[in-house]
């Protein structure tokens, strides 16, 4: 079964208030997912694997240590994952990015695709999917069925806010896939929203409500 971890620091937990608080403007909603997005990718590389090489210092030939191994590439899920890639790109700007287009059907709450663009190398790459709210698990699960079935292996998966129902429908589906939050809300509400959660992450990011 997939780990959660929940990403605690104190500077995330703080900025995450100020995300859920409806009185946050756009534009600071929009700083505050980026910022906390940035220190999440901090904790999410954490087991990137390194490789020694030598450096010349201006005083000594010495063993230091870069990154190797599999290059990165980021998912987000549209639109609201959209608003935690440049946060992410930030700590590592080599990454491509693809996108997963899908929205959630108002009625039936089921994830509807409308896009999907990956990097040509794809495959080599080791994934993030990205998308700041985790509710029922729909929508992150037709992704990463999007991405598998399209021949990736390699795959994490990183929300804001998770429903403990989204975490359990993607531990079900796909129990490879670790999952990184800063918050484990309270249950669903009848129209699907995470409580507390934040709102609509989408409306919220681009102002459209
Ligand atoms: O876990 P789920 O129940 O599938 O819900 C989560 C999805 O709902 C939201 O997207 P939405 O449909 O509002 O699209 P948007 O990002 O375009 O606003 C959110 O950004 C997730 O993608
Ligand atoms: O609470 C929720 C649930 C799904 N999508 C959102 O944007 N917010
Ligand atoms: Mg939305």
């Not at 870069?66 to 790109?89: C, E, H």
């Amino acid at each position: 079964m997939g780990k959660v971890f929940v990403c605690d620091h104190p500077l995330i937990q703080h900025k995450l208030t100020y995300i859920r608080d409806e009185l946050t403007t756009t534009k600071d909603f929009r700083e505050l997912v980026d910022e906390v997005s940035t220190l999440m990718a901090y904790e999410i590389t954490r087991d990137i694997p390194l490789e020694t090489i030598q450096v010349k210092t201006p005083v000594a030939i010495t063993d230091s240590k870069v990154i190797s191994g599999r290059m990165l590439g980021l998912i987000p899920i549209l639109r609201a994952g959209l608003g935690m890639v440049d946060g992410i790109l930030r700590l590592v700007p080599a990454a491509k990015v693809g996108h997963i287009g899908l929205y959630r059907d108002p009625e039936t709450l089921e994830p509807v695709e409308y896009y999907v663009k990956l990097p040509t190398d794809v495959l080599e790459r080791e994934l993030i999917v990205i998308d700041p709210m985790l509710a029922t698990g729909g929508s992150a699960n037709a992704a990463i069925t999007a991405l598998k079935s399209r021949g990736c292996t390699q795959m994490k998966l990183m929300c804001l806010i998770a429903a403990p129902e989204g975490i359990h429908a993607v531990q079900q589906m796909h129990p490879d896939v670790d999952i990184y939050v800063a918050a484990i809300d309270n249950y669903l509400n009848d129209h699907g929203y995470i409580i507390p959660g934040l709102g609509d992450a989408g409306d919220r990011l681009f102002g459209t409500k």
